[in-house]
């Protein structure tokens, strides 16, 4: 059998500094569904997540709770793995940047970069903002009545800094970064992400200094470990470590370079102008595309600790249920889109979309074979053109799907879905099956036969999404475990007449306000 093809899908390597926050589920949740549809419909999928533990920005936080950062590290890092578990994530792994692999990993793309002419040392004096890791030009700031700094774009304070410090030549980079984004017009997404990096790298790339000499939490600069590397060179780095770089022959050195970073719309400048640029200076291959997705906001609201609106994924998780949130989540917000989060957006979703359309479907259906036709799928007769609407409907969805996913516009693979539901219900109120019972048996078999078959696909193709309740819903229709990915869908996988069905329950719950 011919190899798979790969697909190596990222998030961004969260800092642990704090609990993670919804910003981070929203994130984890999008890119565990991307990875999900990529194995059902056939490829090998690597889906790398982690923590991102160096910089002043934890050591800040270490100092603040009195405690060592790698004791916080530790501590929070365990949360964040914990919610990959919470939310149901099929990461194949969990990068950690304090890790032995991932020191390697940074040091030998460093020496690239150096042997290649790019890193020189110098000093730095100019604005740094420890809440971004980023350095800023006195063009971005705002000068406050104290005297103090702020950008004027997010209010992030920012410090003068003036130490000796490794720069990376990203100047001498702009003609090579300008012509790869030109013959790859996918690389960055969605296109008002990658209009802004246009426009910032035609601007002019000033120098980037890679190095710190004020604090020792991060990795050493090879040859000279009074610098430690700058924690966006050591994070980014990340998603190379992970196959085993520099090694060439681990079992994951095939899934470089990554197919996609899935990261917020704060960071597209890290992932699509440095990272890029460090690595063609060392020689390696550059990721296919970077896509910025959208903030996540609490009815509008930017979500902070000083406003005290951080929503807890796992409380979430834990109040309306893991397949409810995630189908909130990648339904109601258009990736690559800001969006909001509010309680009566996500009941809506779950009662509407969840209980009703779907879940009520399948249950009547299913309770009705259960009925009439001994809990067996029933046989269905010659279709009229109503059922073959309907079905072709159901079929085309996979190409839909494909179309929709190459632009991760996963929120229209939804809409597609549950639009298919909707005409199911239609047929199935209009074609009234438990009428036909009596006068027409044969006809009622086909009815609930087409009716199920939909259910079918669209519990397959839900799958990358909810996949515990589609799982459920696969499982009251008999289809087997080997059955249920993408190959299945259309024609070839159509429901076998007369397997033997379990005893029908509701999948999807209906929302119920708890009394108190
Ligand atoms: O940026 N809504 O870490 P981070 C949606 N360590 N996404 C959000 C969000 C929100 N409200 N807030 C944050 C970092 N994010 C670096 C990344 S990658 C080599 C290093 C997203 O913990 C944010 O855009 O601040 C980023 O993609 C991810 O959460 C981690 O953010």
Not at 361 to 388: F, H, Q, T, Y
């Amino acid at each position: 059998m011919a190899d798979k093809d790969t697909y190596y899908i990222t998030t961004a390597i969260s800092y642990p500094n704090g609990r993670p926050h919804i910003g981070h589920a929203y994130e984890l949740i999008a890119t565990d569904a991307i990875a999900r549809f990529k194995r059902l419909d056939g490829h090998e999928v690597f889906f790398l997540t982690g923590t991102d533990e160096h910089g002043q920005k934890m050591l800040q936080t270490a100092a603040k709770e009195s405690m060592a950062a790698t004791a916080l590290a530790d501590r929070n890092s365990q949360y964040f793995r914990e919610m990959a578990v919470a939310l149901n994530a099929s990461n194949d792994d969990f990068i950690r940047t304090t890790e032995e692999r991932h020191y390697r990993a940074c040091q030998e793309i460093w020496k690239r970069m150096e042997a290649a002419g790019d890193i020189y040392l110098s000093k730095y004096s100019g604005w740094y903002s420890v809440r971004d890791e980023a350095y800023y030009d006195e063009k971005d700031l705002a000068l406050n009545s104290d005297g103090s700094r702020t950008v004027i774009e997010t209010g992030t304070k920012v410090e003068w800094v003036e130490e000796e410090s490794y720069f990376f030549k990203l100047s001498a980079f702009q003609d090579r970064l300008l012509k790869f984004y030109e013959s790859h017009p996918d690389f960055i997404g969605p296109e008002e992400r990658r209009n802004e990096i246009l426009s910032f790298v035609r601007s002019g790339l000033r120098d980037l200094s890679v190095s710190r000499t004020t604090f020792d939490w991060g990795i050493p600069v090879p040859g000279n470990p009074k610098h430690v590397m700058y924690v966006w060179v050591d994070a980014l780095t990340n998603y190379l470590t992970a196959t085993g770089f520099p090694q060439t022959n681990t079992g994951r050195s095939k899934f470089w370079p990554a197919s996609v970073h899935v990261i917020g719309k704060d960071i597209v400048r890290f992932h699509a102008v440095y990272w890029p640029a460090f690595l063609m200076s060392a020689g390696l291959p550059l990721p296919h595309r970077v896509f910025g997705h959208g903030f996540l906001f609490n009815r509008g609201e930017k979500m902070s600790k000083s406003v005290g609106n951080v929503i807890d994924p796992f409380t979430l998780a834990g109040h309306y249920g893991v397949d409810q949130l995630r189908y909130f989540f990648l339904r109601e917000v258009p990736f690559g889109q800001d969006g909001n989060y509010s309680h009566e957006g996500i009941v809506n979703r779950i009662n509407a979309d969840l209980a009703n359309d779907f879940g009520n479907l399948a249950n009547r259906c299913l309770k009705m074979i259960a009925a009439n036709c001994r809990g067996r799928v029933p046989s269905p007769g010659d279709l009229l053109p109503s059922d073959e609407q309907l079905l072709k409907l159901a079929d085309e969805l996979v190409w839909k799907a494909r179309d929709s996913i190459y632009s991760f516009a996963l929120h229209t693979i939804l809409a597609d879905l549950w639009a298919v539901v909707g005409e199911a219900n239609r047929y199935f109120a209009a074609e009234e099956p438990w009428k036909l019972k009596t006068s027409n048996a044969a006809r009622m078999e086909t009815v609930l036969y087409v009716t199920a078959e939909v259910v079918r696909q669209i519990a397959i193709l839900a799958q990358p999404v909810i996949p515990t309740g589609a799982a459920k819903m696969l499982d009251l229709l008999g289809v087997p475990g080997d059955a249920r990915d993408f190959g299945y869908l259309g024609v070839d996988g159509r429901l076998a007449p007369d397997t033997a069905l379990p005893a029908p329950e509701p999948v999807f719950p209906r929302y119920v306000e708890p009394t108190e």
